[in-house]
């Protein structure tokens, strides 16, 4: 979970099945990391390749007044990419199922395994780590914050983060790290700038071993600029043929 720097202490959200518990580390404090081990199944272990679905639930609806959804969507696949390019991850988009978008449990079965979406939060974003129920995995961010990318609320530097949580990353609080909470940071200040720092990895791969993964999209909608365009294009080009094709029955008319 992200809190603003100044707050006075880092607040950690785990979810188990049902279960909340919150945890507070002080500034002061020199603790290593959330105690969880909770990962996405890697039946062949560290190393190997795993598939994990991910969809849009309610993120790209517009509700975001500074932000596109555009602009949502290629700053979601960047933050999957920069955590697939140091782990055997392949995050495969899916459509999406699964209800409302809240903090209430529902059920896992044949519905994406992260979902990304947005609803009235108490702090900027949180995230739920792997397990077997349907929230587990999804990424939540707070409706009423003017998101952007880059500037003081960095979605892009958010969505990294979150995610990292989504796939069995605790907070880093003692090494300059992307799951280190304090935020805003101001790391990444447009789309492609994007990284992880080396607690990131060594985190990452401590969970899933080295290797490389990859992000498969669902072909995106076109904008409605697009679309008119296309089928201007396809209306005369049909007219062109049927022009062709009456001017060439007329002049074999005409030879007869």
């Given at each position: 979970?992200?809190?603003?720097?100044?707050?006075?202490?880092?607040?950690?959200?785990?979810?188990?099945?049902?279960?909340?518990?919150l945890?507070?580390?002080?500034?002061?404090?020199?603790?290593?990391?959330?105690?969880?081990?909770?990962?996405?199944?890697?039946?062949?272990?560290?190393?190997?390749?795993?598939?994990?679905?991910?969809?849009?639930?309610?993120?790209?609806?517009?509700?975001?007044?500074?932000?596109?959804?555009a602009?949502?969507?290629?700053?979601?696949?960047?933050?999957?990419?920069?955590?697939?390019?140091?782990?055997?991850?392949?995050?495969?988009?899916?459509?999406?199922?699964?209800?409302?978008?809240?903090?209430?449990?529902?059920?896992?079965?044949?519905?994406?395994?992260?979902?990304?979406?947005?609803?009235?939060?108490p702090?900027?974003?949180?995230?739920?780590y792997?397990?077997?129920?349907?929230?587990?995995?999804?990424?939540?961010?707070?409706?009423?914050?003017?998101?952007?990318i880059?500037g003081?609320?960095?979605?892009?530097?958010?969505?990294?983060?979150?995610?990292?949580?989504?796939?069995?990353?605790?907070?880093?609080?003692?090494e300059?790290?992307?799951?280190?909470?304090?935020?805003?940071?101001?790391?990444?200040?447009?789309?492609?700038?994007?990284?992880?720092?080396?607690?990131d990895?060594?985190?990452?791969?401590?969970?899933?071993?080295?290797?490389?993964?990859?992000?498969?999209?669902?072909?995106?909608?076109?904008?409605?600029?697009?679309?008119?365009?296309?089928?201007?294009?396809?209306?005369?080009?049909a007219?062109?043929?049927?022009?062709?094709?009456?001017?060439?029955?007329?002049?074999?008319?005409?030879?007869?």
């Open positions: 979970m992200i809190q603003n720097r100044w707050s006075r202490k880092r607040i950690a959200r785990f979810r188990f099945v049902g279960v909340a518990v945890a507070y580390f002080p500034f002061a404090a020199r603790v290593n990391a959330d105690p969880v081990t909770l990962q996405w199944p890697q039946p062949q272990g560290k190393g190997s390749s795993i598939a994990i679905t991910y969809s849009y639930a309610n993120l790209l609806d517009g509700t975001f007044l500074l932000i596109k959804p602009e949502l969507r290629a700053a979601t696949e960047e933050a999957l990419r920069v955590w697939a390019s140091h782990a055997p991850l392949h995050f495969i988009e899916v459509p999406d199922s699964g209800g409302l978008v809240s903090d209430q449990s529902y059920a896992a079965e044949g519905n994406p395994q992260i979902r990304f979406g947005h609803h009235d939060l702090q900027l974003g949180h995230a739920f792997p397990g077997t129920d349907g929230l587990s995995g999804d990424v939540h961010f707070a409706s009423g914050v003017p998101w952007t880059g003081n609320w960095n979605y892009l530097e958010a969505v990294t983060h979150e995610l990292g949580h989504a796939l069995g990353l605790v907070h880093d609080l003692d300059i790290a992307v799951m280190n909470p304090s935020y805003p940071s101001h790391r990444f200040n447009q789309l492609g700038s994007a990284h992880l720092y080396p607690a990895i060594r985190q990452l791969q401590g969970i899933y071993g080295s290797g490389v993964g990859s992000v498969q999209p669902l072909s995106p909608a076109p904008e409605p600029g697009t679309s008119l365009l296309v089928l201007t294009g396809v209306m005369t080009l007219r062109y043929r049927r022009r062709q094709r009456t001017e060439t029955a007329s002049a074999a008319n005409s030879d007869k």
